[in-house]
């Protein structure tokens, strides 16, 4: 069993034993990076779901998922509740960049969506090692938008204390990090988004869809482009545009990259583990994926 491998400090059970006396159901947890979050994410949804509670974990860090693919915001609940790493994806949002910089709203909005659609359960929310500058106005509104019934800082250093102090009217647990904790360069983590990225797309098949069946979304200038006259697909619209795909309702069904758009036949295609039929809307995001996952550039 992975627990075994990692280090629970006896805070850690305190922390969870709290959260299911107290009916602690929403929590959200703040840090820098590498401290340790996701590993704590997956301990507390491991917990609550062997207590027998109904427990999910919301990743809402774009760039190093625990759950789903980069540039979304998921849910997933483990499929073996002693195994913390047994994630199952059942819900996502996409967001369309693997930083939260110049997409705030959406990853408020997105947080929020994937929070509320996952009802009653305990609901334990991972975030971005980002909490300053524009990471404080990100933590601060993800704050406000999920009423969290605890926050948990996990933080040496006090990098949350002018968070804590601007929601005082919260609850808040502040945790040291683990010493096993593995620092992971920036290397690291663009080679981790890239395999991930691999994986998703790997083999997919390529789906066409009719440009009068679907609606698109997110962003005009991608809009603009699909109608222009110029045969080479402008940017935004060029070939490896990351975009979501989702059906009739608005739910994600999850990513597609643009791989070809015929204007005289009105179809646009996409390399995708979606199934074409059910996709009625695009939401084009703000990144360029090779089919072997590298990150070629971004649109703006
Ligand atoms: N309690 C622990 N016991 C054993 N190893 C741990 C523990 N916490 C973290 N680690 C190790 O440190 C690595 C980084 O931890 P983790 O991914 O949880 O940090 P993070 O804060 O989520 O990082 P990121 O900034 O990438 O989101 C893990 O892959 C794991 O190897
Ligand atoms: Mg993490």
Redesign the pocket.
């Known amino acids: 069993m992975r627990l075994m ?4 400090p006896p805070i850690w059970d305190q922390v969870a034993g709290r959260c299911l006396t107290e009916n602690l159901r929403r929590i959200l947890v703040l ?1 820098a ?8 994410c997956r301990f507390l949804v491991s917990r609550f779901s062997q207590e027998g509670a109904q427990a999910v974990l919301v990743d809402a ?1 774009v760039g ?1 998922k625990d759950v789903g693919p980069p540039a979304t915001v998921t849910r997933g609940y483990l499929q073996s509740p002693s195994d913390p790493y047994s994630l199952m994806l059942d819900g996502l949002y996409f967001i369309g960049a693997v930083t939260p910089v110049r997409h705030l709203l959406p990853m408020v909005v997105g947080t929020r969506d994937v929070v509320d659609s996952a009802g009653d359960a305990f609901v334990v929310v991972n975030t971005t ?1 980002f909490i300053e500058g524009v990471g404080y106005a990100l933590k601060s509104y993800k704050i406000e938008a999920l009423r969290p019934d605890l926050l948990i800082a ?1 933080d040496p250093n006090h990098e949350t204390a002018s968070i804590a102090a601007s929601y005082p009217q919260y609850r808040w647990v502040r945790l040291p990090p ?1 010493a ?3 620092a ?1 360069s920036r290397a690291m ?1 663009r080679e981790a988004r890239q395999r991930a990225f691999a994986a998703y797309f790997a083999g997919r098949p390529k789906i066409e869809l009719d440009l009068q069946t679907v609606a698109f979304q997110r962003n005009p200038a991608f809009v603009r482009s699909l109608t222009s006259s110029r045969q080479t697909s402008p940017p935004p619209a060029g070939r490896h545009l990351l975009c979501g795909l989702c059906d009739a309702t608005g739910r994600c069904l999850g990513l597609g990259t643009l791989d070809a758009l015929d204007r005289r036949a009105r179809v646009l295609s996409f390399v995708t583990p979606v199934s074409g039929p059910e996709v009625r809307i695009v939401q084009s995001g703000d990144l360029y994926i090779s089919p072997d996952g590298e990150e070629l550039g971004r649109t703006r």
Do not use: H, Y
Not at 5 to 8: A, G, H, K, N, R
């Open positions: 491998s990692i280090e629970i840090g990076a590498d401290r340790g979050k996701s590993t704590l860090d190093q090692g996990v683990s096993r904790v593995v992971k983590r």
